[in-house]
């Protein structure tokens, strides 16, 4: 039996996002970060199947495919500017309204930080997905403490854009534990990271192009 450390979870917070801005072959961008609510609970699902194929009276092969992540967050109220944002609808900041109008489609990034019972975290960015329009609910005060967030749903899909530090493919998204990584974690949630963004304290422009094969080693004099 490995020895191995019993952990779970235990903890999260910062939860934050970005507009995708462009995601295409050549480019994914995104727009500033933005605060989004204080969390309370993120949890993800993943849309996975399986299906056997027979030949020869047995299963011989197994068929895979992954689909969708669904992000179930529930959070504090938002904001009605967030709210606004989130939805594609119009906030109208001169009188301070949110505006529900027919949605805009975008797509955001989202980051945030769980953490673990040994005192450890993980650092979550997810690169490309929308919000549903997020389910409230208000109720009568009594003699009790009943309150009441929001309910937000981040349906996660894979980019269009393939990084050099993912083996050059698409990605849903990026998570760095902190007590296994050399990458400086101080501004992670600065900016929506990717594995093309991440540098590790030493690394110079031309080491970090080297490591994800962005471009090839140099031939030195006297090298065969």
Do not use: C
Not at 18 to 33: H, K, L, Q, R, S
Not at 51 to 63: F, G, T
Not at 92 to 98: C, L, Q, S, T, V
Not at 129 to 148: K, L, R, V, Y
Request: proline content about 2%; charged content about 25%.
């Amino acid at each position: 039996m490995i020895n191995e450390k019993i952990r779970e979870f235990r903890g999260v917070e910062g939860l934050v996002a970005a507009e995708v801005i462009i995601d295409n072959a050549e480019t994914y961008e995104t727009g500033d970060v933005f605060d989004v609510a204080a969390a309370a609970e993120i949890s993800k699902d993943v849309e996975t199947s399986t299906d056997a194929k027979y030949y020869n009276n047995i299963a011989a092969i197994v068929i895979e495919s992954e689909g969708a992540d669904t992000i179930n967050i529930e959070a504090s109220v938002l904001s009605l500017e967030v709210l606004s944002r989130l939805t594609g609808k119009v906030y109208n900041k001169k009188i301070g309204a949110f505006i529900d109008t027919q949605r805009e489609s975008k797509y955001f990034a989202i980051g945030y930080k769980t953490n673990a019972t040994d005192g450890t975290s993980r650092y979550v960015w997810r690169h490309k997905g929308s919000f549903e329009i997020p389910a409230e609910s208000s109720s009568t005060m009594n003699a009790g403490t009943d309150s009441s967030g929001q309910s937000l749903t981040f349906t996660g899909i894979s980019t269009a854009h393939a990084f050099a530090g993912a083996d050059n493919k698409p990605a849903k998204g990026i998570v760095i534990e902190d007590s296994n990584t050399n990458v400086d974690l101080t501004d992670f949630f600065k900016k929506a990271q990717t594995a093309d963004t991440l540098k590790i304290p030493e690394d110079t422009e031309s080491d970090t192009q080297l490591r994800t094969g962005t471009v090839k080693p140099r031939t030195r004099a006297g090298d065969q």
